[in-house]
């Protein structure tokens, strides 16, 4: 379980970079777009997991660090005039400093109170979003301008969709160094059992913030993401419908695994385009139908869709 | 005969609300030994075990590990600074296997590495990190569960893989929280074993908290009995036996007032 990851993992990331190069020629932009976007929620939700599957927190505030992550890169892109590559990575630095700031105070709670006082952190940070004009651009929002890599401006989704890939399978990689890690093993410990961690010598407050402050980071990331696949944004666009969304696609794939939480991503984020496409009628019911994946989930797959999966293989060996 | 003490705990404090779960509580605990806190049931034994892991802070009184004050620490440095636990109401890593419950135990003998870099360094250590885990579930008699859920270890096993998650952090003290509470004959008798070959082998200390009297008189070499937070006696098993205070502790004033 720990240790390096097994060399056939890395095929799988290998994989992912090869078809981010080999499938936009072949593919139409749509579903390009698609897919970007799944790569973006698929970033935010890896982060989420580490939080929460991993380390046992169960935080809010992830919107509110894409907000972070996306107004930073947006901003550094417009006002300094930063590459791409720049730009994203402070844009998520700034993200992960903000997460360290909240973590401090919000890991001394627990549960319903770290859940609630990081609730209230998000909206706290979504009207700053929207009041701050000077620099957010307020309510009227932001014009994303045409991000370069490279010298290449990145007009499309047909371009974006192989920088998507490398982020997404960089992200990929790091988190299966760090949950095989002793960091992770640390985790882990501080979600099954904090006197146990304390009593084998883990510092919990540390394992705490350095896990909320990374998954900030991915959060951030994933928010640079989201700027490279948008042409706007406002404060509208980082509130809590996004954050439930994100914690769906945790909780329904398989908290605590990283195919879980991929499966998730596919299956709740492509639900309100099939619910566009093939029940015009039925996209007012989107958020019943999220609300009864989650209930149900909860109630008969506690670890998610991967987790049933795993468990029946292994009850059937 | 010169014995050093290696542990003490000087008039100890502790009050929950209007109760003093504890009060006035002294003991010394000496090197190489295996001295027994015993006391019925709600005498604050596990208190003071959570004093010294610091999981509960005492209003006053003074806690001394090798020189060291304990209460100037933070519950990980009580580990790191050779003290190890386990728990009473079985603590454990659930979700996690059994050989990583001993990792996580063996945590504060583990370097440090960055996860990113998957160079050398973190192979080795998880490496050696495993063998050691290994060697002392092999000792406990754990190895055959090696890969099984700890959750799904039956209750025995599950007493002894908390110890084992102890041993792991290579202890200098160890507090043992019940270890035989609700384990059958057999499975004492072995645990009586192991301990007596950890102390008088390995140079370790221990400190077992017990309710059952019965069950340390074979292997204490010194015996402290607390009664509503204080300390009511302490000296060798046979004194303690006899002691008519630690009588009546135990078997109410009844037996004296019928003969």
């Given at each position: 379980m720990f240790g390096s990851p097994p060399l056939r993992h890395q095929i799988v990331l290998l994989v992912l970079v090869a078809i981010g190069f080999a499938l936009p020629p072949f593919v139409p932009e749509y579903y390009l777009f698609l897919l970007n976007s799944l790569m973006v929620w698929a970033a935010l939700a890896l982060g989420l997991d580490l939080l929460m599957?991993?380390?046992g927190q169960f935080a809010f505030a992830h919107m509110a660090f894409f907000g972070v992550g996306c107004y930073g890169t947006v901003i550094l892109t417009k006002q300094?005039?930063?590459p791409f590559l720049l730009a994203m990575p402070g844009g998520a630095l700034i993200a992960a400093v903000v997460g360290f700031l909240v973590a401090i105070?919000?890991?001394?709670l627990r549960s319903i109170y770290l859940a609630l006082a990081t609730f209230a952190f998000a909206e706290g940070a979504r009207f700053v979003f929207n009041s701050w004009t000077g620099l957010?651009?307020?309510?009227?929002g932001l014009r994303i301008p045409t991000m370069t890599i490279a010298g290449w401006k990145m007009t499309s989704d047909r371009q974006v969709f192989p920088v998507l890939a490398i982020i997404l399978a960089m992200l990929l990689f790091a988190t299966q160094q760090i949950v095989r890690s002793r960091f992770g093993r640390e985790m882990s410990a501080v979600r099954d059992s904090e006197h146990v961690a304390m009593a084998s010598g883990i510092d919990v407050r540390r394992v705490k913030v350095l896990a909320f402050t990374v998954s900030a980071l991915y959060s951030g990331i994933a928010g640079g993401m989201y700027a490279l696949i948008n042409s706007f944004i406002n404060?509208?666009?980082?509130g809590m419908d996004g954050a439930v969304l994100a914690l769906s696609m945790v909780v329904v794939g398989g908290m605590g695994s990283i195919p879980g939480v991929l499966i998730g991503v596919v299956l709740i984020g492509l639900l309100p385009v099939v619910l566009q496409t093939k029940?015009?009628?039925m996209q007012l019911w989107q958020e019943l139908i999220y609300g009864v994946m989650l209930t149900l989930s909860v109630t008969f797959m506690p670890r998610g869709i991967w987790g049933a999966v795993t468990g029946a293989l292994r009850g059937r060996r | 005969m010169s014995v050093s003490v290696l542990f003490r705990i000087e008039d100890l404090l502790v009050q929950f609300g209007g109760l003093r779960?504890?009060?006035?509580f002294s003991m010394e605990v000496e090197q190489g030994s295996i001295h027994a806190l015993i006391g019925p049931n709600g005498a604050g034994k596990s208190t003071v075990l959570n004093c010294v892991s610091r999981f509960v802070t005492p209003r006053s009184g003074r806690m001394v590990f090798d020189g060291r004050?304990?209460?100037?620490?933070?519950p990980h440095v009580v580990t790191r600074m050779g003290i190890a636990r386990t728990f009473q109401n079985i603590e454990l890593c659930?979700?996690?296997?059994v050989l990583e419950n001993v990792l996580v135990g063996a945590m504060s003998q583990t370097p440090r590495y960055l996860?990113?870099?998957?160079?050398f360094a973190r192979g080795r250590i998880e490496r050696d990190a495993v063998m050691q885990a290994e060697a002392l579930l092999e000792r406990t008699g754990l190895l055959p569960f090696r890969?099984?859920?700890?959750?799904?270890?039956d209750f025995g096993r599950q007493k002894l893989l908390d110890l084992t998650r102890a041993l792991a952090a290579k202890p200098r003290m160890l507090f043992l929280d019940e270890?035989?509470?609700?384990?059958r004959n057999a499975e004492i008798t072995a645990l009586d074993a192991l301990l007596v070959d950890l102390v008088r082998g390995g140079g370790l200390t221990i400190v077992l908290v017990e309710h059952v009297m019965q069950l340390v008189m074979s292997v204490a070499d010194h015996i402290t009995v607390l009664n509503f937070g204080r300390r009511i006696a302490d000296g060798g098993p046979a004194e303690i036996r006899r002691n008519p205070d630690v009588i009546e502790a135990y078997l109410g004033t009844d037996a004296h007032a019928a003969g």
């Open positions: 599957g991993w380390s300094l005039d930063l105070p919000s890991t001394r957010t651009g307020g309510p009227d404060a509208q666009q980082f029940l015009r009628s | 779960a504890i009060d006035a004050d304990l209460l100037a620490a933070r659930r979700e996690m296997s996860p990113f870099l998957p160079g890969d099984a859920k700890a959750a799904d270890l270890p035989a509470a609700g384990l």
